[in-house]
């Protein structure tokens, strides 16, 4: 490592560079972020627990929690569909859908929710067909549920489409030769390959979905202890001015949140290494 | 030709693509279309009449107003870190990267209240702010902080790793013959991160017009004076102006499908692909 040592050391403004970062960073993220664990850590016991463990609480961590499990499973299943189509599978128009899977990462949340609520509710494109089935979405558990899958839909699509692309045909080939027929070189060979890329792409989008707003208010109906997810929870108990109650309830969503995300770091750096051997 | 072994059977083809075109259509091709058919259900002189009514101007205003401080600021943030991160060797710095990649874990709700217990009159300066007749939250001030917060990681996150890959011989080359630290910056660092800068800017730029979670925690919603772009939908949203909600949200829309083609473009020309 003596070379870039040496080539290291002459390059300037690493002070600069450094210090604006530091600071940024403190100003914008840390400061502020350790604002709800201080104040958090102000309250007693007691009232901690009061706060983040009442029935309407306990009510929106279930839903929360449990439409961003099934959004993310679903988004496993269709996303790897979706990237094998695309990698796969020449097909006219491939490179705009390609595009298209981009979507949810730029159309701003407030537009995807009320579009959903639209196409979802009874008189809309697709709830129009549903009703007559008694499948009502819009305003209900499924309306989280749908709003979910779309602002994670991109995650899988994209972790598992480079390590598809990059797959060497030879295993399959050499699985071929060996006698597998077609099913067993995906289950045996493709699956357990792709399975560290389609893990992380479920932990992404999970971790997306807990902390989503925009998307979800304006088709969930919002009603307490059904369909009130954790964060209107907090702009809610924000609006009636119990800061303690938003800020409990933040810092409880905030570790799991941390959580995660040191879950998403070692589940890469697993990918990460698998693929390098 | 796709060789023997990973060909699948034509119809096992045939039923996945038809699954995943169905899944795409209604997660994603519908919503989109009906954001257009909604906007100008009541005709194209209704659309126009609520986009150029004043609220609607206002809003429009402070979204790219939020945008040219956030947009820059974040762009200095970035190129700074990733200077610092790609060019140099220190203690700590894969602490640094998870830190800076912090706020994409963070609910949009939960940043703005973080703002709010800050600066919100009964937050840590509150007092302080009250006694200078100093307004960051239900302000201004507010939704920049607030939308800076949500997207500061986006061009950091896309300069580190291309940095990285790039090393330091050339910078070392032109310091070596004599070029000062902003020559080697803006005649060999920056043509080399100038697709990548300009790919983190549009996600930036997106992810910052359209922030609404973060946002409507901060802004108060007094309209015409802290309504961004996505908040004034809401609004007309819950008025029943439905058809006028979509009009605004249509402009979102637009800057959306813009924003992938621009990003296309650049993966495009990336990937060489003519």
């Keep these: ?277 | 030709m796709q060789p023997r072994a990973t060909r699948d059977p034509a119809w096992a083809r045939w039923l996945l693509t038809a699954v995943a075109l169905m899944f795409l259509l209604f997660f994603l091709v519908l919503p989109l279309a009906v954001v257009f058919s909604q906007a100008l259900e009541k005709g194209v002189g209704h659309y126009l009449a609520t986009i150029r009514e004043p609220n609607a101007l206002e809003a429009i205003k402070l979204t790219l107003l939020t945008v040219a401080i956030v947009v820059p600021a974040n762009v200095a943030f970035g190129v700074a870190a990733a200077w610092a991160i790609a060019k140099f060797k220190f203690p700590g710095k894969s602490v640094l990267t998870t830190l800076i990649d912090l706020p994409f874990a963070v609910s949009p709700v939960i940043a703005g209240l973080i703002y709010v217990l800050v600066f919100g009159a009964h937050g840590w300066f509150g007092p302080w702010l009250i006694a200078h007749d100093l307004k960051v939250i239900f302000a201004v001030p507010g939704i920049v902080l607030a939308t800076a917060f949500v997207t500061c990681p986006f061009v950091a996150r896309e300069l580190i790793p291309l940095m990285q890959a790039q090393g330091t011989d050339e910078e070392s080359s032109a310091v070596t013959l004599g070029a000062n630290g902003w020559q080697t910056f803006l005649r060999v660092t920056l043509p080399n991160i100038k697709w990548g800068l300009f790919y983190g800017v549009i996600l930036c730029n997106a992810r910052a017009m359209g922030e609404f979670g973060a946002v409507s925690v901060v802004s108060g919603h007094i309209r015409g004076v802290t309504n961004t772009m996505p908040l004034h939908v809401e609004i007309l949203y819950n008025e029943y102006n439905i058809a006028g909600a979509f009009a605004v949200a249509s402009l979102l829309a637009l800057l959306a499908l813009a924003t992938l083609v621009l990003k296309s473009v650049v993966e495009w020309r990336q990937a060489g692909v003519p």
């Design chain 1, 1 to 277: 490592m003596t070379p870039a040592r040496t080539s290291r050391s002459i390059l300037p403004g690493f002070g600069l560079s450094m210090g604006f970062t530091l600071a940024y960073l403190g100003l914008i993220v840390l400061v502020p972020l350790s604002a709800a664990f201080l104040r958090a850590a102000g309250m007693s016991t007691h009232d901690f627990v009061a706060a983040v463990a009442s029935p309407r609480v306990i009510a929106a961590y279930r839903l929360s929690f449990g439409a961003s499990l099934a959004a993310g499973g679903v988004n496993m299943v269709f996303g790897l569909v979706v990237a094998w189509v695309l990698v796969r599978y020449p097909f006219p128009g491939r490179r705009i859908i390609d595009a298209l899977v981009d979507l949810p990462f730029a159309l701003p949340t407030a537009v995807a929710g009320i579009a959903l609520t639209s196409l979802y509710s009874a008189h809309g494109w697709v709830g129009r067909w549903l009703a007559p089935l008694g499948l009502q979405v819009a305003f209900t558990w499924t309306g989280v549920f749908v709003a979910l899958t779309f602002i994670g839909l991109p995650f899988v699509v994209r972790t598992v489409q480079p390590v598809l692309q990059e797959l060497e045909p030879e295993i399959e080939e050499a699985a071929s030769t060996l006698g597998a027929n077609r099913w067993q070189a995906v289950t045996r060979i493709l699956l357990p390959e792709l399975a560290p890329s389609l893990l992380t792409g479920f932990a992404l989008a999970f971790a997306r979905a807990l902390g989503e707003y925009g998307s979800v208010v304006f088709i969930s109906g919002n009603m307490p202890m059904r369909t009130e997810i954790v964060p209107l929870l907090i702009i809610t108990k924000l609006e009636q001015y119990d800061y303690r109650g938003a800020t409990a309830i933040a810092v409880v969503m905030l570790v799991s949140s941390f959580i995660l995300l040191l879950l998403i770091n070692l589940l890469q750096k697993w990918s990460r290494r698998y693929h390098a051997i």
